[in-house]
């Protein structure tokens, strides 16, 4: 069992920025493929930005790039999402998800494929 657990959500204005954490102890987390995930009030959970075991590849939704990076470091067991420009339309409660299984980029936006789940960070973005 993989416990994740993220940190660094909150209330900032539009434009400003923010810093996700997502901790994952244990030995395995460097094989792992991390996600980030959001869901709005009333909406379905969406894919925000995920990125290989190596931190070699990284995969971003069309609405947040340029503006996120989602970033590693293993030797920490800890993935990032850096949030800038950040926009009211992004307010959502935000997720952290870890898989170890093979992907596509078609499979690595879904969330059939993420088997480990964190209870998510808020971020509120106001206008």
């Known amino acids: 069992q993989v416990q994740l657990v993220e940190s660094g959500g909150g209330l900032v204005q539009a434009g400003g920025s923010l810093r996700l954490s997502c901790a994952a102890p244990?030995?395995?987390?460097?094989?792992?493929?991390m996600g980030w995930f959001r869901q709005a009030p009333g909406k379905e959970r969406e894919f925000v930005a995920a990125?290989?075991?190596?931190?070699?590849?990284?995969y971003y939704a069309d609405s947040v790039k340029g503006r996120f990076t989602i970033s590693r470091d293993n030797a920490k067991n800890t993935v990032f999402l850096q949030m800038n420009s950040l926009e009211p339309e992004d307010t959502a409660l935000y997720y952290c998800a870890a898989t170890s299984r093979t992907y596509s980029r078609v499979s690595i936006s879904t969330t059939a494929i993420y088997d480990y789940w964190g209870r998510g960070t808020q971020v509120t973005v106001s206008s």
């Open positions: 990125i290989s075991w190596s931190g070699s590849y990284t």
């Open positions: 244990g030995r395995i987390f460097s094989s792992l493929t």
